[in-house]
């Protein structure tokens, strides 16, 4: 499922309520900027680095969308989903579900199951269904679903709708950055995460890439975004062959995983936990002043 999220959610910073850094909202000046790349990967991208004391308002997301020469955006596109991978998204209660048995049929159809199979499409979905049909049918829903997701992307990119993504993906941003890996456009990319986040100072290469992405920035400015070359970072975190942490990663890297939650457990090691956004096209980063 997708949320629209209006503008005012998308850049609020949600404190609680017993924060004592809570003090005030970001001015302008309060900002600093960086712009990198990743090997590998097409683009330059943005981050803005926010003192996690203050939040940060409509208004100043304006001035740095006007800094970034970019349209504020008209709204943020969210998903709401598991973290399961695409190619495992069926579940048996969905496989019973009797407005799925016309894809169920179709992929009996294509292994041969039906040797006599009738115009109509069959009301009874069945209880036991074969492994070998399960991943038919598993395959044939994964390219619907990026090809869903690819027309929404598509008409916000039309339509200046940016996505959301906070510090925990869920497979809408897999299925997005698929869309991008086959070449499709797609909507400007919006992260906000707090890059002194356990997640990623547990891991000694993305503690690193923030440290270094902090430390090539400066204030914020439009001649800053002008004149400044984009720090050229390394994308081994998301190589199997060489970040090997994660069992299921190393064999088969974003091909396959078989957690559906970021448990701690089955996921310590994944780079979908330790820096998940390498898609990503402008970062908000918010970050503590006395430990940076």
């Not at 308002?57 to 349209?71: G, I, K, S």
């Not at 496989?95 to 069959?122: H, N, Y």
């Not at 008409?155 to 993504?165: E, G, H, I, Q």
């Not at 990503?280 to 980063?285: E, P, R, S, V």
Request: with cysteine; aromatic share 8%.
């Amino acid at each position: 499922a997708c949320e629209q999220v209006p503008l005012h959610r998308g850049c609020k910073r949600q404190n609680s309520v017993n924060d004592p850094h809570s003090t005030r909202l970001a001015a302008f000046e309060d900002l600093r900027y960086a712009k990198f790349s990743f090997d590998g990967v097409q683009g330059h991208k943005h981050a803005v680095f926010v003192p996690d004391h203050l939040e940060l308002t409509p208004l100043v997301m304006e001035q740095v969308c006007t800094a970034l020469d970019r349209e504020m955006p008209s709204m943020f596109l969210t998903g709401i989903s598991s973290l399961s991978h695409p190619s495992k998204l069926t579940s048996p209660q969905l496989r019973k579900c009797p407005d799925f048995s016309p894809l169920l049929a179709e992929a009996r159809r294509s292994l041969g199951m039906d040797s006599i199979q009738s115009s109509t499409v069959p009301t009874d979905v069945p209880t036991n269904v074969p492994d070998k049909l399960i991943d038919v049918v598993d395959a044939v829903f994964e390219k619907k679903m990026g090809t869903m997701v690819g027309n929404i992307t598509a008409a916000a990119s039309r339509t200046n709708v940016w996505t959301f993504t906070g510090p925990r993906i869920s497979n809408f941003e897999v299925f997005i950055q698929q869309c991008l890996e086959a070449g499709e456009a797609g909507a400007c990319r919006l992260v906000a995460a707090h890059m002194q986040d356990k997640a990623y100072m547990e891991c000694a290469v993305a503690k690193q890439l923030m440290k270094d992405l902090f430390g090539s920035s400066q204030g914020l400015s439009a001649e800053a975004v002008r004149a400044l070359s984009p720090l050229l970072l390394s994308s081994s975190l998301w190589d199997p062959a060489v970040n090997i942490a994660h069992e299921e990663f190393a064999q088969s890297g974003y091909e396959y995983w078989s957690f559906v939650s970021l448990d701690q457990q089955t996921t310590a090691g994944h780079p979908i936990v330790q820096w998940p956004w390498p898609h990503g096209d402008l970062f908000l980063l918010f970050y503590r002043e006395e430990n940076i």
